[in-house]
T-cell receptor
Framework: DAGVIQSPRHEVTEMGQEVTLRCKPISGHNSLFWYRQTMMRGLELLIYFNNNVPIDDSGMPEDRFSAKMPNASFSTLKIQPSEPRDSAVYFC????????????FGPGTRLTVL | GQQLNQSPQSMFIQEGEDVSMNCTSSSIFNTWLWYKQDPGEGPVLLIALYKAGELTSNGRLTAQFGTTRKDSFLNISASIPSDVGIYFCAGQLRNFGAGKSTFGDGTTLTVKP
């Protein structure tokens, strides 16, 4: 069975450019989470969705970040404009609502903003 | 907000040794989780704990939910080289913002053959 799929795996961009990270959750999972991991701040929850609806976006750092989930099988995290301090590994995870402790993580997207 | 303090930050051990690490919180959690992250991969859930005092094993791994609900412990017995990685604890308040996990900063484990 396919796990959580993220693309791209690596992204290098220049400051000011728009970045779009993509996630396909595990089929049948109805909760989706976006995390950011850095050496300084560890693993931070940015936003999570339940049944395609954003439930808590309090972790989104600022207005430059936005996330959408247009359907049950696809989500995007967009940064516009990107800044060097956005460089991090971004993980997407999915789970079945009601068992939300069992989150399955994707392999992550390593973002470098020059 | 809630914070988790995970210790030690890193460990260098010899193959075959036992490992202990712990996680403490300034507030109560109703669920404790332990994850392992290999280089270049996302975290993978190892053990989930739901009740204060609960002791759960997964192979050579044993984790405990502290009786105060503010801490948790993970032990690895007879370590092997593939145990290398970063171990994270995470706490959840099941009745608040369902699905939100607060993560510790991780314990990096190195096992020398």
């Amino acid at each position: 069975d396919a796990g959580v799929i993220q693309s791209p795996r690596h992204e290098v961009t220049e400051m000011g450019q728009e970045v779009t990270l993509r996630c396909k959750p595990i089929s049948g999972h109805n909760s989706l989470f976006w995390y950011r991991q850095t050496m300084m701040r560890g693993l931070e929850l940015l936003i999570y969705f339940n049944n395609n609806v954003p439930i808590d976006d309090s972790g989104m750092p600022e207005d430059r970040f936005s996330a959408k989930m247009p359907n049950a099988s696809f989500s995007t995290l967009k940064i516009q404009p990107s800044e060097p301090r956005d460089s991090a590994v971004y993980f997407c995870a999915s789970s079945i609502s009601g068992t939300t402790h069992t989150q399955y993580f994707g392999p992550g997207t390593r973002l470098t903003v020059l | 907000g809630q914070q988790l303090n995970q210790s030690p930050q890193s460990m260098f051990i010899q193959e075959g040794e036992d490992v202990s690490m712990n996680c403490t919180s300034s507030s109560i959690f109703n669920t404790w989780l332990w994850y392992k992250q290999d280089p270049g991969e996302g975290p993978v859930l190892l053990i989930a704990l739901y009740k204060a005092g609960e002791l759960t094993s997964n192979g050579r791994l044993t984790a405990q939910f502290g009786t105060t609900r503010k801490d948790s412990f993970l032990n690895i017995s007879a370590s092997i080289p593939s145990d290398v990685g970063i171990y994270f604890c995470a706490g959840q308040l099941r009745n608040f913002g369902a699905g939100k996990s607060t993560f510790g900063d991780g314990t990096t484990l190195t096992v020398k053959p």
